[in-house]
Nanobody, 123 residues
Framework: VQLQASGGGLVQAGASLKLSCAAS????????MGWFRQVPGKEREFVAAINWSGENMDYAGSVKGRFTISRDNAKSAVYLQMNSLKPEDTAVYYCAAAQDSYYYTRSSYYRYWGQGTQVTVSS
């Protein structure tokens, strides 16, 4: 699976952004997917994950209620709708495909990673 993340940008606090992750490969529809983020000098942090069917998902506590993960298997894409953005959401955001159909919060369970897209939230 190859992944291409897009949709990042510079926004003010309180604004919204929608990240997209386009996937290639026949196994996408059977793979759990996740979004992670990383700031310089810190470890990669779990943001959200979704199982293969889109019926089950999980979120980091810091984004719960503000971010929504979804997927469209027909389009081989996964999305992250980010609302009420805060300066502390500033990071490079990565999408990842899991080793199987489930969703995970730990990065070690993800086999494929996209290149990342920068999200910057100004105060």
């Amino acid at each position: 699976v190859q992944l291409q993340a897009s949709g990042g940008g510079l926004v003010q606090a309180g604004a919204s952004l929608k990240l997209s992750c386009a996937a290639s490969g026949r196994t996408f529809s059977r793979s759990g997917m996740g979004w992670f983020r990383q700031v310089p000098g810190k470890e990669r942090e779990f943001v959200a994950a979704i199982n293969w069917s889109g019926e089950n998902m999980d979120y980091a506590g810091s984004v719960k209620g503000r971010f929504t993960i979804s997927r469209d298997n027909a389009k081989s894409a996964v999305y992250l709708q980010m609302n009420s953005l805060k300066p502390e959401d500033t990071a490079v955001y990565y999408c990842a495909a899991a080793q199987d159909s489930y969703y995970y919060t730990r990065s070690s369970y993800y086999r494929y990673w996209g290149q990342g897209t920068q999200v910057t939230v100004s105060s």
